[in-house]
């Protein structure tokens, strides 16, 4: 995973509530035993409709969804995170994340910025206005920054969040940082304990 420390790019605004995980990636796309390319089948069935967000040329390219409350309900696939930093997005702001979908979001080093309803408003407001406005999200300080707006407000993440995010580190990452205590511990694991085979 690369760290993520500031992101700063164009939005989309995505004016929807209650956004679930069927809706993010539908479920035909969960047939795919790669991790990539999922950025395809992103809102797959509203893209189907020409006036859908995403299929506004205005907004090609942008690295920050803006949504609604609640978004990532449903089931747990971690294919919706997948979908969403496949297509391009490297932070999604939202009032409201379900609990499993941003962990998902967390440990690919997709940045879950939660914001206050007033502030969503504005952008979603701003957006459909001016597709080329400026989102900062400093995930260092943990600020969402909009300077067109001046907009500068305080989000939460957690300081071990915050410590894998900086340091770009997913969970093998954290485990490896501790190969040398791993490799002591087999140097005098009991020869009786089962072993996993070496790779042939």
Known sequence: MEAVTVISGRGAPLRRSDVDTDQIIPAEWLKRVERTGFG???FAEW???PDFVLNDERYAGA??????????????REHATWA???????AVVSPRFADIFRNNCLKIGLVPVEAT????SRLLDALEVDAELEIVVDVTERRLRV???DLDEPFHLDDHSHFRLVNGLDDIGLTLRHESEIASYEQTRPAWMPLVPAER
């Open 40 to 42: 395809a089948g992103l």
């Open 47 to 49: 893209r189907k409709d």
């Open 63 to 76: 690295t920050v969804l803006v949504a609604g409350a609640n978004f990532g309900t449903g089931s747990s």
């Open 84 to 90: 969403l930093q496949d297509h391009g997005f490297r």
């Open 117 to 120: 309803g007033e502030a969503v």
């Open 147 to 149: 300077p067109a707006l």
